[in-house]
């Protein structure tokens, strides 16, 4: 046996590929929840009822959905460029943290569009330093930058820790550790009435919109694609590889950045060191489901928003615990990376 | 009559609706060297990955000393005696000669593996047919030549009788193409018998006694090699008459491109040592050498790729020395890269892409930041037809190209902004010859319009067609210019193996 290169990937096959890889990810845990002595038809029913049974499930599934979208932004944006940035969630947290620290008082008096923007930029900032540090030191001195964005996540999240237990500690709530709340007048306004989904989703899809069109019509995107596809010649043909990478390290931090403003000044409105059930690894996940595609992006994130939101439902109807979800979403990641290699490669005998 | 070691019988293989050989027959005597000739495409390495198994063929046989093979088994290949030396080597860099050698000879499961006993085997070898090698040696520190040698072990250490050698001179220098065919000469006297694929006209003339030309898929001529010329078999291969353009005398005009002491240093290692040059209008100056000696240097400086440590390198007398690669362009040199897959174009991404991606700047071809991709694609356009690449719209994928319609797409996007300088680094490597006089067209057309061409090649042949003066580069040193006129095989040889003055002799 051996594989063969296609001579085109299809647009098909880039298609069907996640829908496969989903597929073969539900049968493969089907296993495991039948292990723990539940009809796999059931908690699979029970899922998708838990994230779209109801009005309020919809939104739910929306409202986790949103962050989603902009860490797996981050993540396909990095990753097209051969930016190996594992470290969404450390610049999500900045993002959060800037948020609810610049937004609890610092900003009174500025009028309210403004101050949201300001904070909206200060997260993306934050997230963008958070990452151009890791590419810098990749540039310069080779160091792998898998190694320090992971690595980072742990330490921003323990200052996070130190913040929300320390100058930023929330005077009002009795001893828990969340920061300072942002100030009710710059939380972003409700999509649905009576919800928890807020104008943070269509900030996400405008992210997207840009993003693609930054990808396929500006000149940055246009280098930016030879870079990561093949350094060498887009280097011999004048794209200067090290600040293409700096701006790409750039715009993906940012938009992990704004994942976490989004998320305080929507549905938290503070920070804690357990705000985020993993949104920038999930963001992960989420840009190989898609392809590393904008477009995809979108629907990557509501599958994985489906997974975690239903799988909580589920856990509550069947006693399945809600780590399948992970498990789910581990392997899928998995089936879709086999699947990509298929959509390249055809196999021979 | 000998009866032949080697016969195949009516093969064709389809692949879909295209056909890659056609009911190809030939045969090998013993203690013959068959030379396979044909352009790239013409269905040569298929025919070769058949009778070796690694395909099945559609139609035919392989009969190997009178008993046919069965198809698609490389293990049956290899127990009737069949050797394969690969194009791309299939080595791995991080195991010794030894071990590689006995990968696949030996079950996996034998704890005692007879290594003395193999040792002293391939000494044997390395004695009888001349293949001077270190078993002990790591895979990846050895050069391209002493790889293909250890290949050639590898298939005589499984008492191969009838060795195939797929392109053996593709990634070798002169010097050391011309070692290997004195060594298959050699063990043809010890009775193995030999197929080589080329596509080079006087290796297949000074190696082998018979040639089989094939041309899209079918064979369409055999020729005693002692009875034939190089211009029939060109001819024979392509199909038409194809004969290399050469330079006609004119007039130069005054200097474009000046290097005085240049000197680079990279990595520690000097890879240029002071070297003087200088380019004149509606010139092309030829540099020769054996490869690794300081050509890719000197293609990477005057790309904008590396800076030099000392000297002077002036473009129309404005220093150039410490620009980047978008400077040059932007100045108007252009650059045709000696590794075409590698440097010379994303092969993902589409022609249109390709065309543009060195003057993406420019406002031709974006706007405020945003690339204006119906000019860009008109102007991919353009350059399909004006340089004939053939199987090309502005939407193909770059990577589907041909070696040599790729290469036409790369020299076309240089050529069509009228450059006032070319560096053409071994513009020709692996082409076949319609490609290569379409190339060397191409550049002696650039050079009556006026542009000076600075011409890297280790083909002397080529460097002493199309150049108007050849200076030779040795160890990251280049000697005194000499009038292409003056440059006889002898010269250029004795220049080549760092003999400066020799020109003085002649």
């Not at chain 2, 680079?264 to 002071?274: F, P, S, T």
Request: aromatic content about 4%; proline content about 5%.
């Amino acid at each position: 046996m051996r594989f063969e290169r296609r001579a085109d990937v299809s647009l098909t096959a880039l298609l069907v590929a996640p829908v496969a890889a989903i597929l073969v990810a539900l049968v493969l845990c089907a296993g495991l929840i039948a292990a723990a002595g539940v009809s796999p038809l059931t908690a699979y029913a029970e899922m998708l009822h838990g994230a779209y049974g109801s009005r309020l499930a919809v939104t739910e599934t929306l409202t986790r959905a949103s962050p989603l979208i902009l860490t797996g932004l981050a993540a396909a944006v990095a990753f097209r460029a051969r930016l190996w940035n594992i470290g969404g969630e450390g610049q999500f947290y900045i993002g959060a943290l800037i948020t609810a620290g610049l937004g609890h008082s610092l900003l009174a008096g500025l009028p309210v569009p403004i101050a949201v923007a300001v904070l909206m930029l200060a997260s993306m900032a934050g997230g963008a330093m958070l990452l151009m540090g890791p590419a810098l030191l990749r540039l310069r001195f080779g160091v792998d930058e898998v190694v320090t964005t992971l690595l980072l996540n742990f330490i921003v999240i323990l200052f996070v820790g130190l913040m929300v237990e320390g100058p930023l500690k929330d005077p009002m709530a009795f001893g828990w550790p969340q920061s300072v709340p942002v100030a009710s007048d710059l939380r972003l306004p409700d999509l649905v009435a009576r919800s928890r989904l807020h104008v943070g989703l269509l900030v996400a899809l405008l992210a997207v919109a840009v993003v693609w069109v930054v990808q396929m019509r500006t000149v940055f995107g246009a280098e930016t694609r030879a870079a990561g596809l093949n350094p060498r010649a887009a280097a011999f043909a004048g794209v200067p590889l090290g600040r293409t990478l700096m701006l790409v390290a750039a715009l993906s931090g940012g938009l992990a950045g704004l994942a976490g403003a989004i998320e305080v000044l929507g549905p938290t409105g503070y920070v804690t060191t357990t705000m985020s059930p993993g949104f920038g690894y999930a963001g992960i996940v989420v840009a190989m489901l898609a392809a590393l595609h904008p477009a995809g992006v979108v629907a990557a994130a509501v599958f994985v928003a489906t997974v975690f939101v239903g799988a909580d439902a589920m856990s509550r109807a069947t006693g399945v615990p809600s780590f399948i979800a992970d498990v789910l979403m581990s392997v899928s990641l998995l089936a879709m990376l086999t699947a990509l290699l298929f959509t390249t490669y055809r196999v021979r005998r | 009559m000998t009866r032949p070691v080697l016969e195949l019988n009516r093969i064709t293989k389809r692949f879909g609706g295209l056909v890659a050989n056609d009911a190809v027959t030939l045969h090998l005597m013993p203690g013959e060297i068959l030379a396979l000739l044909g352009e790239n495409g013409a269905g040569k390495t298929t025919l070769m990955n058949i009778l070796f198994g690694h395909y099945t063929a559609d139609e035919g046989e392989v009969l190997v000393e009178g008993t046919p093979l069965p198809p698609g088994k490389p293990r049956a290949a290899i127990a009737a005696g069949v050797g394969m030396v690969h194009q791309h080597f299939t080595l791995a860099g991080n195991l010794t000669v030894l071990e590689n050698i006995l990968i696949g000879s030996e079950p996996l499961w034998r704890l005692d593996s007879h290594r003395a006993e193999a040792r002293a085997r391939i000494a044997n070898i390395a004695e009888t047919f001349g293949l001077p090698v270190n078993p002990d040696a790591r895979v990846a520190d050895l050069s391209v030549g002493e790889r293909q040698r250890v290949e050639i072990i590898k298939a005589l250490y499984r008492k191969a009788r009838i060795l195939i050698l797929d392109e053996p001179t593709a990634v070798l220098a002169r010097p050391e193409a011309e070692q290997l065919f004195r060594t298959l000469r050699g063990m043809t006297e010890g009775g193995l018998s030999i197929i080589f694929i080329s596509h080079k006209l006087h290796e297949v003339m000074s190696a082998s006694d018979r040639v089989v030309v094939l041309r899209g898929g079918k064979v369409v001529a055999e020729r005693k090699t002692s009875a034939t010329t190089p211009s029939e078999l060109a001819e024979l291969m392509v199909g038409r008459q194809v004969t290399r353009p050469r330079r006609a005398a004119h007039t130069t005009g005054k200097p474009v491109i000046v290097a005085q002491g240049l000197t680079v240093d990279e990595a520690g290692k000097r890879g240029l040592d002071a070297v003087d040059f200088q380019v004149c209008e509606g010139e092309i100056l030829g540099i020769v050498g054996v490869s690794g000696n300081g050509q890719a240097v000197l293609g990477r400086v005057l790309s904008g790729l590396a800076r030099p440590s000392s000297g002077r390198l002036t473009f129309q007398d404005s220093d150039i020395s410490r620009l980047t690669p978008r400077d040059l362009i932007r100045l108007g040199l252009g650059r045709v890269p000696e590794d075409r897959h590698a440097e010379g174009a994303v092969g993902e991404l589409a022609v249109w892409e390709n065309a543009v991606l060195e003057r993406l700047k420019d406002p031709a071809f974006s706007r405020r930041g945003f690339v204006r991709r119906a000019a860009a694609r008109a102007h991919a356009a353009e350059l399909i037809a004006r340089f004939d690449i053939r199987g090309a719209t502005p939407e193909t994928r770059t990577r589907l190209l041909s070696g040599g319609n790729m290469q036409k797409l790369i020299l076309g996007r240089n050529l069509a902004a009228a450059p006032r300088f070319l560096l053409a680094n071994q513009p020709t490597r692996g082409l076949d010859e319609g490609a290569i006089a379409a190339v060397h067209a191409e550049l002696l057309a650039a050079r009556e319009a006026g542009a000076a061409i600075l011409l890297i090649s280790e083909d002397l042949e080529e460097a002493s067609a199309l150049s108007d003066r050849i200076q030779a580069i040795v160890k990251g040193r280049l000697s005194q210019p000499i009038a292409s006129e003056a440059a006889d095989a002898r010269t250029l040889g004795l220049m080549m193996a760092g003999v400066w003055g020799a020109q003085d002799a002649v």
